[in-house]
């Protein structure tokens, strides 16, 4: 069974700094996913970014970018120059296995950017 | 380009009641996801449906709950005769599972239950 693990309960990052949240995740399967997902206050869930496992290069979406050390199982999301907006709580997800759908989810970080 | 609808917002239901939830996908979407958030936890896994079929209803309580997600209309998850246990944020995703390797769930705002 797959696992996600994120081990900071809570981050504080000072505005327009660089922030990187960890994730670390545990398949057997070669094939799988990485997602993150912001939770702001509001309560929606906000897709951000996405790393296929035979993906070469690390995932980059505007500001945010996934740093993915796949020896290491880990797949971290970097928010550069961060905004006071991008105070939420953030998720990371897997899902595991060729053609799979279960979303297996962290328990979350929440992150508080200080003006 | 509407997202993901989930209606209501909001839901309180005394012990005992029944709850429905409702949920639309995205314009192009054909599949639907349901999931549970307790209070400081992640997201789980509850059922994957298309239109007029349940695929998976493994993370999904055996009693009490079903989802549907008829060839017109929203998909609906009902839960009967609510108990406090049941109060959570459910949220509905939806893909269109045009079969690529990992595919992505985009996310309604969800439906917060509270059970009194």
């Known amino acids: 069974a797959q696992k996600i693990t994120q081990t900071q309960p809570g981050m504080f990052v000072q505005e327009k700094e660089a922030v990187t949240l960890d994730c670390t995740y545990d398949t057997s399967d070669p094939s799988y996913g990485l997602f993150w997902y912001k939770q702001p206050s509001s309560g929606e869930m906000i897709f951000l970014i996405y790393q296929g496992s035979y993906d070469q290069q690390n995932a980059t979406e505007g500001r945010y970018s996934l740093n993915f050390q796949k020896a290491r199982k880990s797949a971290n999301l970097v928010i550069s120059a961060s905004q006071l907006g991008d105070s939420a709580m953030y998720f990371c997800?897997?899902?595991?296995?060729?053609?799979?759908?279960?979303?297996?989810f962290g328990k979350g970080t929440k992150l508080s950017v200080i003006p | 380009n509407a997202g993901v609808m989930q209606n209501p917002r909001h839901l309180v239901r005394r012990r005992g009641q029944e709850a429905r939830l409702r949920c639309s996908p995205m314009?192009?979407?054909?599949?639907v996801y349901w999931y549970r958030q307790l209070p400081e936890e992640g997201l789980k896994f509850m059922v994957y449906?298309?239109?007029?079929?349940?695929?998976?209803e493994s993370g999904m309580p055996k009693e009490r709950f079903s989802a549907e997600f008829p060839k017109e209309g929203p998909s609906i998850l009902r839960i009967q005769q609510v108990v406090r246990g049941d109060s959570a944020a459910y949220f509905c995703a939806s893909s269109p599972r045009d079969r690529t390797l990992q595919e992505t769930q985009y996310f309604g705002p969800g439906t917060r239950l509270l059970v009194l």
């Open positions: 997800a897997m899902t595991s296995g060729a053609g799979s759908y279960q979303l297996t």
């Open positions: 314009k192009g979407h054909s599949h």
């Open positions: 449906l298309q239109k007029e079929n349940i695929i998976d």
